[in-house]
């Protein structure tokens, strides 16, 4: 699969989220306290993003 979502844990013991594509990060987010948390942070991007405008701050 080109692109995926993984939750890992930082060095100080968060759980973070990173989104691939063809190995590269593309983003990641900030630590959460509990692996749920990150899992929800993955369901919340995939019902919300697809929709979410882009506003160009350039």
Do not use: C, L, W
Request: net charge positive; no cysteine.
């Amino acid at each position: 699969m080109a692109h995926k979502f993984e939750i890992y844990k930082d060095k100080a013991g968060e759980f973070r989220v990173r989104f691939k594509y063809n190995s590269e990060v593309m983003f990641s987010t900030e630590g959460y306290s509990s692996k749920s948390s990150a899992q929800n942070a993955i369901d919340s991007m995939k019902k919300n993003g697809p929709g979410a405008p882009v506003e160009d701050n350039s």
